[in-house]
């Protein structure tokens, strides 16, 4: 009888020493987590009494509490709401949260492991909890100017600020009113979600990191580099550039889109190629190259990687695997299975702009307690040397000699050295093209790149690879940052 109640007596110690040790893992390493999870209903109700704190471009607030005259307390707001949803995001009661409010939660209600201080404090002084600020790296002008640059399209625009990786605007459209989500009207609340959720067009979807699409012609950056990093080429390197390429194990042949040769030669240099953006030429180097240095380079600029992790459902841009012989001449001028997001293209481009070096991006610049204490601040921070300075300064001169002599002409900027490159991408005959434009300005000292995605470019082929849709969008960003 001891025996068994000994057995019983250590049996429920275990017991007691596991529930002890699983609480304490729970409130010590996965506080957060929990708190954090959109269904967990007794603290969704608990913060939405809290007074979160703003989301800020500058000094001027673009998401932020005020006192509300029902059970809440407080009523989420969004200035300009459409133009910052995609970076932003919503915070609802029903639907929990997006954006900026999803992954800075614990900053903006104050719960954050660095603001404890100021919870204790708050405690003490039987003051409510209060949020800390998150403030934004993005470029009010800039940020306006690919909004508006979009209307009507659908597509997205990304701007970086090469030395640092500070992305200064952020645009997709169709956009979204985070206003109606935010709402304390269930009712509304619920319509405007089924109604958002069931458009086609995904407003709800951040096209500039959460979406993937074939790169076109803009991948002959990368292409580019890898030839120029080989050491078998020079920018004045001599490459067969026919109006058709034979491909092997096929009998359907690489052609470029205007039907000719590359700038009335069989045998254009690489500058000639990039200015004309023609497929044969690229498609040659990439067989020769092969599909291992095409891949290995566009590692260097950020494929194969999460970029960004201050948004939530980021993708991945992507390189085949194992493309055959005419697998990588389509790889090398960014179709077959290629993918690329609108960031990825934009930190191509940053990082020939930085002398070769690849800057992590980021959105977030601090955050700051209530009484405006910095508690963190984002230091830019080094990813990749993509290419050599030398290198860099080669594709830049090719670069420019796009926007001045070639397809990037739309894209100029008067008495600014713009460098770029644009593109056309297809994934079938049923379907528009992509229209893309990437580019950096000025030339000489980079102080933004900007990539630029138009979906269903319903217009001539021609138009599009000349840059007529993307580039002028591309043009006003730049120009929105470069006259500050």
């Known amino acids: 009888m001891n025996s068994a109640i000994r057995r019983l007596a250590v049996a429920a110690m275990i017991l007691m020493l596991a529930l002890m040790a699983n609480s304490t893992y729970l409130q010590a390493f996965r506080a957060n987590e929990i708190n954090g999870r959109n269904d967990n209903n007794r603290v969704r109700d608990s913060q939405f009494s809290v007074n979160r704190g ?103 625009v990304v701007a970086i600020e090469p030395k640092t990786g500070r992305i200064l605007a952020m645009a997709s459209r169709p956009s979204y009113d985070p206003n109606l989500l935010a709402s304390h009207d269930s009712e509304k609340v619920g319509a405007a979600w089924k109604n958002l959720n069931a458009d086609k067009d995904k407003p709800l979807s951040n096209r500039a990191v959460q979406e993937l699409y074939p790169p076109g012609s803009t991948f002959k950056l990368v292409t580019a580099a890898a030839a120029l990093s080989s050491g078998k080429y020079t920018p004045e390197s001599k490459v067969n550039s026919p109006a058709e390429l034979p491909l092997p194990q096929t009998t359907v042949p690489l052609v470029n889109e205007d039907g000719k040769n590359c700038g009335g030669s069989n045998s254009a240099t690489l500058t000639v190629a990039l200015r004309y953006s023609c497929n044969t030429a690229f498609g040659t ?41 005419p697998q990588t001449a389509q790889s090398a001028i960014g179709q077959f299975d290629v993918r690329a997001t609108p960031l990825q293209m934009a930190m191509v481009a940053a990082g020939i702009a930085n002398k070769g070096e690849v800057m992590k991006p980021y959105l977030v610049q601090n955050v700051k307690t209530p009484d405006l204490k910095t508690v963190s601040e984002t230091k830019p921070e080094s990813l990749h040397q993509a290419v050599t300075p030398q290198v860099a300064s080669q594709l830049t001169a090719m670069m ?35 229209a893309w434009f990437t580019a950096f300005a000025p030339a000489d000292d980079p102080k933004i790149a900007v990539a630029v995605l138009i979906e269903k470019a319903d217009v001539a082929r021609d138009d599009v690879a000349g840059g007529r849709l993307a580039a002028p969008i591309a043009k006003k960003v730049m120009e929105a940052v470069l006259s500050q």
Do not use: C, H, W
């Open 54 to 156: 703003p989301i800020l471009i500058g000094s001027t607030p673009v998401a932020q509490s005020k006192p509300s005259d029902d059970r809440f307390k407080y009523q989420r707001t969004y200035a300009s709401g459409p133009v910052y949803a995609p970076v932003t995001g919503f915070y609802s009661y029903l639907f929990g949260r997006g954006g900026i409010e999803l992954t800075m939660n614990a900053e903006l209600n104050g719960s954050d492991p660095s603001m404890a201080f100021r919870r204790i404090i708050d405690v003490i002084s039987n003051r409510p909890q209060q949020g800390g600020s998150v403030t934004l790296t993005l470029n009010a002008a800039a940020q306006q100017a690919a909004y508006s640059g979009l209307a009507g399209k659908t597509g997205a």
């Open 285 to 325: 180097v990439g067989m020769d190259l092969g599909p291992d240095a095409l891949r290995e380079q566009a590692a260097k600029f950020g494929f194969g990687a999460r970029p960004l992790t201050e948004l939530p459902s980021v993708a991945t841009s992507q390189f085949p695997g194992d493309p055959n012989e």
């Open 400 to 434: 420019v000699d796009v926007v001045a002599n070639g397809t990037g002409k739309p894209g100029a900027i008067s008495g600014v050295q713009v460098a770029g490159k644009t593109g056309t991408a297809q994934t079938s005959k049923d379907r528009p093209p992509f």
